[in-house]
């Protein structure tokens, strides 16, 4: 019996040596997702009055097996952050503490997965709903009022030359991408889902679609009820400081659309004055990056009618009335002819953000290449 056992065990050991001398190799693990930190300079930002830095920071998702093969490349959407303002703004709920509940008009906040952010896109990679790609949020932050609005200023830098230039040429050169419009997509919540569309309509050669979530898409919409800024100034002197949420939105918006560097100590030009006078002057220049108004420039309509999709969407209980003013908005392309989806929800500003981008995510992936 033992000699048996002794000749089984030459047996198993020449068949073991045989399948390796068949030159199989063990099979190699399937490279996980991840979220990598990265910093980058944009040189658009600078010079600035503000002294806005240059080194940028950006957050990115990759999609499980990136590693495994090098001949793959990937789509890439951009995920642009209104408040707060960081590159973790959709990955650490600890950020949004001090934005939720008064002083601060908000009284939802997102709805985070319990997963986690990266699980969460793993989740809905693994059931289909998506094509895996690469997720890029960058650091879009402004000093003095956190919001850069994404444009060109003087006085803040060039932070719509930052995203669609430096940004994309950043992530092209350092990840596996498709390198084209079509392997792009723009999606952001307030003032990101402001950007994504104004965007989307002025670079239609860098992004085939495009979805906003509650974002300001209708500026004279928000101007024609100034209530809000005189009940923080009751004082009639209007200026910015803790807890003035709408004064001080309204003084970064006039950092990002009329700087003024020769009205110190802000810098800035207002569209009313402190007897809640409308001035004209400072409405035309806050209206020129107004997505609305921005559909009135034939070039702009085409490009926008260029772009292979668009989404939009508004809480109905928006604290900032959101809903409204993207209301408008789609009413307009509509008018105009240009096809794109809009939805309406029962939610609040920021409260629904996950649950919305569960229908932007997958919407964008399967329009990109």
Not at 88 to 96: S, V
Not at 277 to 288: E, M, N, Q, T
């Amino acid at each position: 019996m033992k000699r048996n056992f002794i000749l089984l065990g030459l047996i198993a050991s020449l068949t073991l040596l045989g399948s390796c001398d068949d030159g199989d190799d063990p099979p190699v693990p399937i490279s996980e997702s991840r979220l990598e930190f990265k910093e980058m300079v944009s040189e658009s930002i600078t010079p600035n009055f503000m002294e806005n830095p240059e080194l940028r920071k950006v957050q990115i998702y990759i999609p499980e097996g990136y590693d495994n093969n090098e001949s793959e490349n990937y789509s890439v959407i951009y995920l642009l952050h209104g408040l707060p303002f960081s590159e973790q703004t959709f990955t650490d709920p600890a950020l949004w503490e001090p934005w939720i509940g008064a002083p601060m008009p908000f009284v939802s906040a997102p709805d985070f997965p319990a997963e986690g952010f990266k699980s969460w896109v793993d989740s809905m990679i693994e059931m289909g709903e998506m094509d895996p790609v690469i997720i890029v949020m960058p650091n879009a932050e402004a000093n003095q009022f956190g919001f850069s609005m994404y444009t060109n200023s003087i006085l803040n830098g060039g932070f719509e030359d930052y995203i669609v230039n430096d940004l994309v040429n950043f992530i092209d050169a350092n990840y596996r991408t498709k390198d084209t419009k079509n392997g792009r997509a723009l999606i952001g919540t307030s003032q990101g889902g402001y950007a994504a569309i104004k965007l989307g309509m002025l670079h239609p050669d860098k992004f085939c679609v495009v979805a906003s979530h509650t974002g300001l898409l209708y500026i004279e919409g928000f101007l024609s009820d100034p209530g809000a800024i005189f009940l923080e100034n009751p004082d009639g002197n209007i200026a910015p400081g803790p807890g003035k949420f709408f004064t001080n939105a309204v003084f970064a918006f006039g950092s990002a659309w009329s700087p003024n560097l020769n009205n110190p100590p802000y810098m800035v030009d207002l569209p009313i004055d402190e007897a809640g006078a409308i001035r004209p002057d400072i409405v035309g220049k806050w209206l020129s990056q107004d997505p609305f108004t921005m559909l009135d420039d034939p070039q702009n309509l085409n490009n926008i009618r260029s772009l292979k999709g668009i989404y939009l969407d508004a809480g109905l209980q928006d604290e900032l009335g959101m809903n409204g003013m993207a209301d408008a908005f789609s009413t307009k392309l509509t008018a105009f002819g240009v096809a794109h989806t809009y939805e309406n929800f029962q939610g609040t500003h920021f409260g629904n953000i996950f649950s919305r981008l569960e229908v932007s995510i997958p919407f964008c992936s399967e329009i990109m290449d």
